[in-house]
């Protein structure tokens, strides 16, 4: 590091400690949201990609079950008998509860050994064939968690409500062990595990490796033609992908929040150089004229902004990483469900360094911008020392802001005219920013009227905000950025819930829900059967006990959450749809799919879709397309009817209970709880109605928890940008301050100017940013519907106001201490200093 | 060391041109003490900056022993104005996070020194001013008549052939100007060195060998001083 460096830059950061750690925030702020949000969900996904590779090693090819059916039995010989396949394992994973915890219980046969894998590392050190017919091997976390030792017993329960007994065969330790769902599996023979999960004349997956000179292109072809529709033939990472399908929403919403934060940031911290290049203008323009050249102390500038954003990056990885493993635990159990395995934080490293370059990166860029912009003025000044930062030379219009704000505004015109509305609106509001940054005069005029009509102390705040236009300037946008941002948020993630929230209310029209899950849950396994139901329907005061399934489907390589219906079902992707919609579902001749489902597979109403199944393909017609918030590609509606025998899958994976009017609700639920419990051995839950439709809109709610979290992060941020702008402006006139002390202003009197100064820049800055947050929430709510695939209308939200007044009365907090310092100052120290 | 031909300097000022400078023939030789003095806006500040090379002429010929700095970029300019001339400003523009010491070494630094390497040549350099004993003081601790002695040792740090002061003695008290002026006279006298002082303070254009007087920005009077 340079001496001059140190003396010239460093040393700087040591007399003003407050504005560094200002800017620390900043970027440690900005970089903790992104690598939050990206390990947390890369997290998901890994662990889904880790087990795939733990099982099937580096077999290039899968076969696997169009839904949780799997793919019969039948099918293994004829696809091992495909030229040019090595080798064929069936295998059966599901996630399933055993004791008070929950583990994967894996079925094998011994041609497990070809595999290249953990799994087959496991099955060679234990002979599977010769296993006891309940014989088991357990991860060694799994047994130490619930205290197993060899041939010990332990109940497993299974999806399809029944239960069954394993024994302890052996103990598994080692590397390959940890692998596999860190070490909390249960291996068992296949035969063993098609009996206790009752399906025994299906696997969930094939895994094929490929020899004998034929490429994998090829034996993907014949495989295909020997699976039909009754399977798909794909990689073991499929599983994980449909994993990252299913949380790509929530992901890439999150995701974007972050970078919207991150450009926030940039602003702010453009504010705050500039501010802080106009503080020390005088410094660095005397440096050059002791013969310094400008590249060097512009280098010498941007490289301390730069060591201090690295700072705030390596902090703000440090904070993002722990706070990404909070998120895990945070995550609602309907995304957790769309990965089967155990999810263990794992931070991809070359993620989180990219995440912090971006943020060092990003202040660089910033303060880049600022010092050539800023310290554009003619060295002569610094002999003298005057303010270059009035409005008269404020009035130059810097070329680079004009130009952008050109470009944006051409950019928004062909959105505009290419359909692409959000784009064209978000583009224009990027104008509109760039055009007041040619205008920093302007804004400084505008602020001295409105501080003049505050009264005496206002006029003179007007003076100051006109002499020092570029500081007006940095503070106005800050709170205009912090404005719109908390009106864009607020509006749009409040459209957002009330499409949602209105496309599930019919939820609410149900008395109790009987599921195998809890209310914030999704109920897939089938564990009632009949007898269940009809059960359910003779108790005391229930008018109808209508069964259904949910049953997850991988179709086009997308993956789709299917519904079986019957009449007299609330669920809102059947209520949502047209009379006649419903009657040909019930009917079984019809599909309602949901609007993400018909953009998925490019369908309408009155298309057909296809549905593959182990029973063969199954078209339907399209009767409705609806409203319905989900996660992964759609939903698609039939009967319950089709579903069970299409995919053998008998029974329901919920029930829904009528009650008659005047009924004893809470007695019909701990009746309709005492006989489903008698009847599977999975746990029951009676959920009212009511709270299961609260429970879903907590879910939806959810997904816009991370971008209020941003919004106040942002505000906080602007805060903070606005208390060190207006400290650096309470330091610069000191003896402007000292003097007004001097012929008699009253430290109140210094202070109410400080804040009707810095209420005139909240004024100014809450109109712009209102305006500038109503453009953006127009186009947020375009761009947050499409991919949600809701029609969220656009509707201005009282709380957008009350979130931005809050917002300003935040960021104006930041104006207080320095106005309490101004009032203390000492008149006769001031003066005699410099 | 300078000579000035026919140089002028005008600035656009919102709609209009003001000529600061006009028609400008001067030649300053090595060792003098010249103050220039003139009314409020003669030009002073401004032939002040073409001969610290920190503005260039509109018109006319200005050369710095022999270099005529049209021909110099801003690196060109900068390395001039490093080695070449030292300044000494009214506001003083020493650096607030530096010791006085530190402040002294800036220009060695900029020159590539190391700190260590010059900090006996600062102590001499303070020693001269008067000032050694306040060498680890920050600005915020010294009077004004001392932040403008570190300002003469720091200007003098890299033994340039001129020193340019810009109204040395505006912010100082009588008996801190006359200090500061004896240490600038003492700079020109004893070391050869070229001082040019803009001031409209009288008793400090009297202590100079020569007078420029500039009004209207034309050199009006160009008179040695009589003692």
């Given amino acids: 590091m340079s001496t001059g460096f140190r003396l010239f830059h460093l040393r700087g950061l040591r007399l003003r400690p407050w504005r560094a750690v200002v800017m620390v925030l900043v970027v440690s702020t900005c970089v903790s949201l992104i690598v939050a949000t990206t390990t947390a969900f890369a997290s998901l996904g890994r662990s889904a990609h880790d087990f795939a590779r733990a099982v099937a090693g580096d077999a290039p090819l899968s076969v696997v079950g169009v839904s949780d059916a799997g793919l019969p039995t039948s099918l293994v010989q004829r696809v091992a008998g495909v030229p040019g ?47 006891p017919a309940n014989g088991a091997v357990f991860g060694e976390a799994l047994a130490t968690e619930l205290g197993l030792a060899t041939n010990e017993t332990v109940a497993v329960s299974t999806p399809r409500g029944s239960q069954a007994t394993v024994v302890v065969s052996a103990l598994s330790r080692g590397a390959a062990s940890a692998q596999l769902n860190g070490g909390r599996f249960i291996i068992v023979s296949l035969p063993f595990a098609q009996q206790a999960l009752q399906r025994p004349e299906s696997v969930d997956a094939v895994y094929i490796g490929v020899t004998g000179g034929r490429s994998v292109p090829e034996v ?45 940031g940039v602003f702010l911290i453009y504010t705050m150089c500039s501010a802080t290049v106009a503080q020390r203008r005088r410094e660095l323009l005397t440096l050059q004229v002791l013969g310094a050249r400008r590249r060097r102390v512009t280098r010498g500038f941007v490289a301390e902004i730069g060591l201090v954003a690295l700072v705030g990056a390596v902090s703000g990885i440090a904070s993002g990483m722990v706070t990404g493993r909070m998120m895990i635990d945070m995550l609602p159990p309907v995304i957790l469900s769309a990965v089967d ?218 993956s789709f959450m299917v519904q079986g219906v019957n009449e007299g079902t609330n669920t809102p992707a059947f209520r949502n749809a047209s009379g006649q919609a419903q009657e040909s579902v019930v009917s079984g001749s019809a599909a309602i799919v949901s609007r993400k489902a018909s953009l998925a597979l490019d369908v309408a109403a009155g298309d057909s879709v296809t549905l593959p199944s182990p029973t063969g393909p199954h078209t339907l017609r399209v009767a409705d397309v609806v409203d319905y918030p989900t996660l992964n590609d759609g939903q698609i509606v039939i009967s319950l009817a089709n579903l069970q025998q299409w995919y053998a899958r008998p029974g329901a994976s919920f029930v829904e209970i009528l009650t008659d009017e005047g009924a004893a609700v809470a007695q019909v639920a701990a009746r309709a709880r005492d006989l489903a419990a008698s009847r599977t051995s999975a746990t029951v839950y009676v959920e009212p109605g009511q709270e299961v439709l609260d429970a879903l809109r907590s879910s939806i709610a959810q997904a816009s928890l991370l971008a209020q979290t941003s919004q106040w992060m942002i505000v906080l ?68 519907g499409a991919s ?37 100052l000492d008149p006769a120290t001031v003066l005699a200093e410099e | 060391m300078y000579e000035l031909i026919d140089v002028s300097k005008t600035y656009r000022v919102g709609e209009s041109d003001v000529a600061a400078l006009r028609g400008v023939d001067l030649r300053l030789g090595a ?108 600005p915020s601790q010294l ?60 008793q400090v254009a009297a202590v100079a060998d020569r007078q420029l007087t500039l009004r209207d920005g034309q050199l009006v009077n160009d008179a040695r001083v009589a003692r």
């Fill in chain 1, 220 to 264: 993907t072809a014949d495989l295909e033609q020997v699976v039909g529709a009754q399977a798909l033939v794909t990689t073991p990472a499929h599983v994980a992908e449909q994993a990252d399908q299913a949380t790509r929403l929530t992901r890439d919403t999150s995701l974007v929040i972050a970078v919207l934060a991150l450009l926030a």
């Fill in chain 2, 143 to 202: 009077s004004g008549g001392q932040m403008q002695r570190v300002a003469i040792a720091r200007a003098l740090s890299l033994e340039p052939h001129v020193i340019l002061a810009d109204e040395p003695t505006g912010n100082l008290d009588s008996a801190s100007g006359e200090e500061v002026v004896g240490l600038l006279r003492k700079a020109a006298s004893d070391t050869g060195r070229t001082v040019v002082i803009v001031t409209h303070d009288p």
């Fill in chain 1, 341 to 558: 395995v155990d999810v263990a934080y794992r931070p991809d490293p070359w993620v989180v360094g990219a995440a912090g370059l971006v943020g060092v990166l990003a202040a660089v860029a910033a303060a880049l911008f600022a010092v050539r912009v800023d310290m554009n003025v003619p060295l002569a000044q610094a002999i003298r020392g005057t303010e270059e930062d009035s409005v008269a030379t404020a009035g130059r219009r810097p070329v680079l802001a004009v130009a952008a704000a050109a470009l944006l505004l051409v950019g928004a015109g062909a959105s505009w005219a290419a359909g692409s509305r959000s784009s064209a609106l978000i583009l224009l509001a990027g104008a509109a920013i760039a055009a007041l940054a040619a205008a920093p005069g302007l804004l400084a005029r505008a602020s001295a009227v409105v501080t003049s009509r505050l009264g005496g102390t206002g006029e003179l705040a007007g003076h100051s905000a006109t002499r020092h236009a570029r500081r007006t300037w940095s503070i106005i946008m800050t709170i205009a950025v912090a404005t719109a941002v908390s009106v864009a948020i607020q509006g749009s993630m409040s459209n957002l819930l009330t499409a949602g929230n209105r496309s599930v209310a019919s939820l609410g029209d149900t008395a109790l829900f009987v599921q195998p899950v809890v209310a914030e849950g999704l109920p897939t396994d089938p564990v009632f059967d009949d007898q269940t139901v009809q059960g359910l329907a003779a108790i005391d005061g229930v008018r109808q006990a209508v069964p259904g399934q949910l049953m997850p489907l991988s179709l086009d390589e997308r």
């Fill in chain 1, 717 to 784: 941020v602007a805060a903070l940008g606005v208390f060190n702008v207006m400290m650096m402006t309470v330091l610069a006139r000191r003896r402007e301050l000292g003097v007004l002390r001097a012929i008699g202003g009253r430290g109140s009197a210094i202070r109410r100017m400080i804040l009707t100064e810095a209420a005139g820049y909240t004024l100014i800055g809450l109109v712009i940013g209102a305006g500038l947050g109503v453009l953006l929430h127009y186009g947020a709510n375009d761009l947050v």
């Fill in chain 1, 788 to 824: 949600m695939a809701l029609t969220v209308r656009f509707a201005p939200v009282p709380q957008s106001l009350a979130s931005a007044l809050l917002a300003c009365l935040v960021v104006i907090a930041g104006a207080l201490i320095p106005a309490w310092r101004a009032s203390r």
């Fill in chain 1, 85 to 131: 396949v090595d080798f064929a394992v069936p295998v059966i994973t599901v996630r399933v509860p055993v004791g008070d915890s929950e583990a994967v219980l894996i079925g094998v046969d011994a041609s497990a050994v070809d595999l290249s894998s953990a799994l087959e590392e496991e099955v060679d050190q234990v002979d599977v064939a010769t296993l």
């Fill in chain 2, 31 to 138: 060792g003098e003490f010249v103050a220039i003095v003139g009314p409020s806006g003669s030009g002073k500040s401004t032939l002040l900056n073409l001969l610290g090379l920190l503005d260039r002429p509109s018109a006319g010929t200005l050369t710095l022993d022999g270099v005529n700095v049209a021909d110099l970029d801003e690196k060109g300019a900068a390395d001039l104005r490093l080695r070449q001339i030292g300044f000494i400003f009214q506001a003083f523009n020493l650096l607030a996070s530096l010791r006085a010491w530190e402040n002294v070494a800036v220009p060695a630094v900029l020159a590539g020194r190391r700190l260590g390497a010059v900090r006996e040549q600062c102590l001499e350099l303070l020693a001269r001013v008067g000032l050694v004993d306040r060498a680890e003081h920050f």
